[in-house]
């Protein structure tokens, strides 16, 4: 029987976008017998209202605390000038469920490209038409992934999501859980710059 590993994120969560070159490395290292999950814990909900200055200067101050503590981390400050921000991350969260649901291979390259659009280059994820967009690119049926976005299928898929993460004790993301094949759960400390450290509580882990 094989171990877990639940990676709990949000595809608009500027701390997983700093983890993502660390989570590659980790999941390319981990062993034959550990499969990793990837699950959606969703920050913030549908909101058509304008993000509050107040909150578009605390998210660009975790920004640049992010480039400081990561490394190579970089961030486009382009975005908060050309698009009219949204504390809203439920859709793009949905984007990588209605992308899963056409090709599971698309899961991962869906979420990097979410955050590519976002992080790299100024495009604001929490519009649907940017995640069509982005979802044409990777090679979806445009049509069948704008009606899947908002289908009660995919918002049912995602509360689904939210309710495991939760169960995991999940508080913030990313955040890592481990499920060994004696059914113990472990809390792992995510380390944004050195994947052995993960791989070798993942190897304490199953040990214990």
């Known amino acids: 029987m094989n171990s877990t590993l639940y990676y709990v994120h949000d595809p608009m969560c500027s701390w997983c976008w700093g983890f993502s070159a660390s989570l590659r490395t980790l999941e390319a290292a981990l062993p034959a ?56 991350t439920y859709p793009s969260c949905r984007a990588v469920i209605a992308a899963k649901n056409q090709d599971p291979a698309l899961e991962t390259p869906m979420i990097h490209a979410i955050q ?19 979802a044409r690119t990777l090679g979806c049926d445009a049509e069948q992934f704008s009606k899947e976005i908002h289908s009660e299928k995919t918002r049912s898929t995602l509360l689904s999501d939210l309710q495991f993460s939760r169960e995991l004790g999940v508080q913030g993301f990313p955040s890592l859980r481990i499920k060994t094949s004696r059914g ?3 809390q792992l400390p995510v380390n944004y710059n050195d994947p052995s450290v993960m791989l070798d509580q993942i190897e304490q882990a199953n040990l214990a």
């Open 116 to 134: 590519e659009a976002y992080y790299l280059h100024a495009r604001n994820p929490s519009d649907t038409d940017v995640l069509t967009d982005i």
């Open 33 to 88: 017998n550990i499969q990793m999950v990837r699950v959606l814990g969703g920050l913030a909900p549908d909101s058509d209202e304008a993000m509050s200055e107040g909150m578009q200067q605390r998210l660009q101050q975790a920004w640049k605390q992010i480039e400081i503590t990561i490394p190579g981390t970089r961030f486009n400050y382009d975005f908060w000038t050309d698009n009219e921000p949204r504390r809203s």
């Open 184 to 186: 113990q759960l472990f």
